[in-house]
């Protein structure tokens, strides 16, 4: 039998109520055919505004049926914040619930992704029998409390034969620059990145990672550090068809690598699967459907 998964307020949990982390909460209704959208504050950079508009096109193009008001919260975390019925991501304190779709399905503009679908394609289309370095590539921050990106980073100081991985060393806003910029290295584009290099990596950082609904697209070997944050499409990946797997530590990535290098042709096939699975639940219209299942199976009246 399937593993079930349930909304948050199945669960009967207690939360405690931080009235900063409401910032980061949009809510939305359907009422005698009206979709109802708000938020209980700015959010961070536009992620709120992204998911509303998401959950408008969803309700365009499937035709939304009237349901009760929820709440989503569009921060790293699942954090206990008052009433909260979905947040982007689930396991760190129920590994059996619900989350939504988050904010890149549509955009990621501060970082240089004005459009989703438009970005996935380009990624999609890079020619991935060529590449400059038969490395794992990584380009990100450290900032903040991402122990684990600097484990990556020290492990690549190490090994620079075959992990390239690259500190941006913070974003910065400089005139002229329509996204923020890397302080201390060159911009790279998702798509730039997947063709630059032969192995891909994906890897938390303060919370779950949005930049694996990417890399995914590329055909190329992925490895996917495990993690305890997961978005709503993790159920259905699988280790070794999909992705590249590494535990959370780190311990076996060395020992990974050089086998994506010794068998490069088996793991170009699990990014070719991976690709595929993309192609299937990674699309714009894949997390609308998504939201509609969630609103059809909990929310209508």
Request: charged share 25%; aromatic share 14%.
């Amino acid at each position: 039998m399937p593993q079930q998964f349930y909304p948050r307020e199945y669960l009967n949990a207690t939360y405690s109520y931080k009235s900063d982390l409401r910032k980061s909460v949009v809510t939305a209704e359907k009422k005698d055919g009206k979709l109802i959208l708000g938020e209980e504050g700015p959010g961070f950079e536009d992620r709120n505004n992204s998911t509303l508009k998401l959950i408008e096109l969803a309700d365009e193009k499937y035709k939304l049926p009237n349901f009760k008001k929820i709440y989503i919260h569009t921060g790293d975390h699942e954090h206990s914040c008052g009433y909260i019925n979905y947040h982007y991501c689930y396991g760190k304190h129920r590994r059996d619930v619900e989350c939504f779709p988050d904010f890149n399905f549509m955009h990621w503009t501060a970082v240089g992704v004005f459009d989703y679908t438009e970005t996935i394609n380009e990624i999609r289309n890079i020619d991935i029998t060529k590449y400059e370095e038969m490395k794992v590539g990584w380009i990100g921050a450290l900032n903040g409390s991402w122990h684990k990106r600097r484990v990556l980073y020290k492990l690549g100081q190490e090994n620079p034969d075959i992990l390239d991985i690259i500190n941006i060393g913070g974003w910065n806003c400089r005139e002229g620059n329509t996204h923020l910029v890397p302080h201390s290295c060159p911009y790279l584009s998702y798509a730039e990145l997947c063709q630059k290099y032969a192995i891909l990596i994906d890897i938390e950082g303060g919370g779950y990672s949005g930049r694996l609904k990417y890399l995914m697209h590329s055909g190329r070997p992925v490895i996917v550090v495990d993690r305890v944050p997961k978005e709503f499409f993790y159920r259905y990946m699988k280790a070794w068809e999909h992705y590249i797997p590494v535990e959370n530590d780190l311990s076996d990535l060395l020992e990974k690598t050089r086998w994506i290098i010794d068998n490069y042709e088996e793991a170009m096939q699990i990014g070719a699967n991976g690709k595929e699975f993309a192609s299937q639940f990674l699309t714009r219209d894949s997390a609308m459907k998504h939201i509609c299942n969630l609103i059809d199976k909990y929310h209508k009246f």
